[in-house]
Every structure is written in C-alpha cells, then in structure tokens.
C-alpha cells in the first residue's frame, strides 16, 4: 500500500495550545509514515510540519502564491499555487483524510470540501461543529492529538471507514 497523506489545515494565527496540539499530530502521522500536508505557511501548518519533521516525515505544502520561498522552514516540497485561497482546494484533493483544529473561514472551507467529496474529518476541539438541529456534527471528534492522528490513519487506509 502507498503512503497515506493527511492534509492538517487550521488557523495561520493559531494560539499556542492548537500549534502544540499540531506539532503532535505531525509528529504522530510522520511517526506512522503518512505524508503530511499544510498549505504550508505559519500556525497551525508550520506547527504540523514542525512535528513531522521532528517524527522523520515528509511534508508538503501547497502555496497561495507564486513564491516557493514563502513556505514555513520545515515544508520540504513547497507548491506554489498563484491560486490565493482557491489552493484549499488542493490541500483537500491531496489528502487521503483531514485533520482540522482551531482556524476561521478558510479553515471552514477545508472541511466543507472534504466533507462534499466524502474524505473524512477529524477534528480536535478547537476546531469547527458544524451541527444543526436536524444533523450531527460530520466531524470525527478526537479527544487527543494521538487520537486525532490514529483515526486520520485508520480512516485513510480502509476508505473513510469507521474503526472498530
């Protein structure tokens, strides 16, 4: 079987506790040799990046502009898309699964893509519940980063499936 990729999208501003609890997730997914994804810029992606490379992964990050040079110092293969915000999209189109944490309206995005092509979320609690009155939340709940990377893994490799 390939690798699996996980994109790990949240807020470029992050505070503190959601870029430790990325740096975490990096680590844990580089750890059992997923390649991780981030649009390559600071908070959060910078955060999981950190944490991949210090867990001897690969990383990627897909650029909003045209200079490859902008990404965070631990992206080892930097995309620049010239696409601004619409490099979401390939955040998500790269990923196997999506784990999500803290992050506003271009975080939203992320997950709304992933949710519209059937990828699988799962999100820590600083990040988005998109329930509703007459829905649950589509959102994997993780309570730990551990947690969050282990389900990310598992859900990547057996089709967005349930573990057991």
Do not use: Q
Not at 10 to 31: H, I, P, Q, T
Not at 48 to 61: E, F, M, N, S
Not at 63 to 71: F, K, M, Q, T, V
Not at 88 to 116: H, K, M, P, Q, Y
Request: net charge negative.
């Amino acid at each position: 079987m390939s690798r699996p990729y996980v994109s790990v999208v949240g807020g470029s501003a992050a505070a503190g506790d959601a870029c430790a609890a990325a740096e975490e997730v990096g680590r844990a997914l580089a750890e059992a040799g997923a390649v991780v994804v981030t649009g390559g810029l600071g908070g959060v992606m910078e955060a999981a990046c950190r944490g991949a490379k210090a867990g001897g992964g690969t990383t990627v990050g897909i650029l909003p502009g045209n200079d490859r040079s902008a990404a965070n110092p631990f992206v080892d293969v930097a995309l620049p898309t010239g696409m601004g915000e619409g490099r979401n999209v390939l955040v998500v189109r790269a990923a196997d699964a999506l784990v999500t944490l803290d992050g506003e309206f271009g975080t939203l995005s992320e997950i709304a893509l992933a949710l519209r092509l059937g990828k699988p979320v799962i999100g820590l609690d600083s990040t988005w519940n998109l329930s509703a009155p007459d829905r649950p939340d589509p959102i994997v709940r993780a309570a730990t980063p551990a947690e969050a990377a282990a389900e990310a893994l598992h859900r990547a490799a057996n089709g967005g499936t349930v573990r057991p």
